[in-house]
């Protein structure tokens, strides 16, 4: 009888190890916050945006050598840790109620510049300063004018060669310094050249650059969402 008992043990111990639907060797889910693969990192929490391999999408491609030529590790390391408030762009560090940690954030910023800096890539020129500076919008409406018009109409609201960059809500979503860091580095995975080539032979100067950004800046509405303010009440309110 004990013999029988203890087979009938080891039979039911089998029956639980090849039990249907129980994962094999191999197959344990590894601890999110142990993750240290570039590839696995970028795919879960940048390419929605940037794009596979970091050619663009909703947001500029990182995989763009010329924007890594102006864009320094600290701050990739910043907008990574902290996004950038009032943007597409959230927080992606457990400092900052994300989900990396800080170890993770630095093998982005590391594989980022690793893989898809190009040494030359600006083929001598000197690049506008990265940071944003002041600008004149009524300068920049003539630095538009020259260098914007011919792609995206006289006013800015779409042409043949490029769509609207004065829609409001295009303009609620990005902050001065992006409008910048586009104007600078283009978006060539769009087509639309960096600031040495929208003009061939004539690149933008460094103050032109933040004239048209101004001029940029002063058309994004003062209450986006809102763009028709009225003293009327809406349906909502009228109770």
């Not at 042409?159 to 978006?187: C, M, W």
Request: hydrophobic letters at 40%; a neutral charge; charged letters at 15%.
């Amino acid at each position: 009888m004990i013999c029988g008992a203890l087979g009938v043990a080891v039979l039911a111990l089998a029956a639980c190890e090849n039990s249907p639907g129980k994962p094999g060797a191999g197959f344990e889910v590894m601890n999110p916050s142990e993750v240290a693969d570039f590839n696995a990192l970028f795919s879960q929490n940048c390419s929605g945006c940037h794009g596979a391999e970091g050619k663009g999408g909703a947001a500029l491609a990182l995989n763009d050598p010329v924007y890594l030529s102006i864009v320094d590790d600290a701050t990739l390391r910043q907008v990574s840790t902290s996004g950038i408030r009032g943007t597409a762009m959230s927080a992606f560090a457990r400092s900052a109620g994300g989900m990396l940690t800080d170890k993770q954030i630095e093998i982005l910023v590391k594989g980022i510049r690793a893989r898809w800096s190009k040494a030359g890539a600006l083929e001598g020129a000197t690049p506008p300063p990265y940071a944003a500076a002041a600008g004149n919008a009524e300068r920049g409406s003539a630095v538009y004018a020259t260098y914007c018009a011919s792609c995206h109409g006289p006013s800015g609201q779409g042409g043949a060669k490029g769509s609207s960059i004065v829609e409001g809500s295009f303009l609620a979503l990005l902050t001065d310094q992006e409008l910048r860091t586009l104007v600078i580095v283009g978006r060539p995975e769009l087509g639309a050249p960096d600031w040495r080539n929208n003009v061939p032979g004539k690149p933008m100067a460094p103050q032109e650059i933040s004239d048209v950004v101004a001029w940029l800046a002063a058309q994004r509405p003062k209450f986006p969402g809102q763009p028709y303010p009225s003293a009327q009440k809406s349906a909502g309110e009228n109770k």
